[in-house]
């Protein structure tokens, strides 16, 4: 991950934040929301600042609302990163929490999911979280659909690889998934017919826009609410 900008705008953590609880799942300490009793649901997988930043599980908390059991897993284990320490910079921070490492505990939280009897799974990344997402998105195994929200790390080969509908959303002002990459990511959807894919880049905005936003701000939470509606019209369409 190069470049600050994945770093811009760092959110308050806030582990009281959502209308949902704390609890563990295969291994990891999860924001959970809605019913469990759900058969469907959603997995959010953070950005670098982790699962305590309330926009997070404000959205967690609004898709779980339309009826998908939300489960927002803390893959950093207490240790999101903090752009205030000086002595660890993103580069030293990205070593010990490798998205791999991410994409074999989700694949752990899933699995459990299965045993408490949900039978459809899809998954949303944000920028860190999405090369976790498109990861699992190589089977029909772990996911059944996945959306990447403003990527890191994510390859053309990465989405080459993709064997489920996927959603790529995109920001206009982003150094590290910029347009031309995201349009290649398109192009080589476009090349597999037999996967969906939905590929859309925000005019305006800014990589984090979907999460890191300022509620005070209407332009900004006018764009990120259009962003979640996607994603969640994504999901209702293919966790069903």
Not at 130 to 150: N, P, R, W
């Amino acid at each position: 991950m190069s470049g600050p900008q994945c770093c811009e705008n760092p959110p308050t953590l806030n582990p009281g934040s959502g209308a949902g609880l704390v609890e563990e799942i295969g291994g990891s300490k999860s924001y959970f929301s809605g019913s469990s009793d759900s058969k469907l649901a959603v997995l959010f997988i953070s950005d670098v600042y982790g699962y305590e930043a309330p926009n997070l599980r404000k959205l967690a908390d609004k898709v779980a609302a339309a009826g998908f059991y939300s489960v927002v897993p803390d893959f950093l284990h207490g240790e999101p990163y903090n752009p205030q320490n000086t002595e660890r910079p993103i580069q030293a921070w990205i070593k010990d929490h490798g998205p791999d490492k991410g994409c074999e505990e989700a694949k752990l939280v899933i699995e459990t999911l299965k045993q408490k009897g949900i039978s459809k799974i899809g998954a949303v990344g944000f920028c860190w979280g999405a090369k976790v997402v498109v990861q699992l998105a190589q089977s029909d195994e772990y996911i059944q659909a996945g959306a990447l929200l403003h990527p890191s790390f994510v390859t053309v080969d990465d989405i080459k690889g993709v064997n489920v509908p996927i959603a790529v959303l995109g920001a206009e002002i982003d150094h590290l998934s910029p347009p031309e990459l995201v349009k290649q990511f398109e192009e080589a959807l476009n090349a597999k017919p037999e996967v969906d894919g939905f590929v859309k880049i925000f005019p305006g905005v800014s990589h984090g826009w979907t999460v890191r936003y300022d509620p005070e701000d209407a332009a900004a939470v006018k764009a990120a609410e259009e962003a979640h509606q996607d994603m969640l019209g994504w999901f209702q369409k293919y966790i069903n």
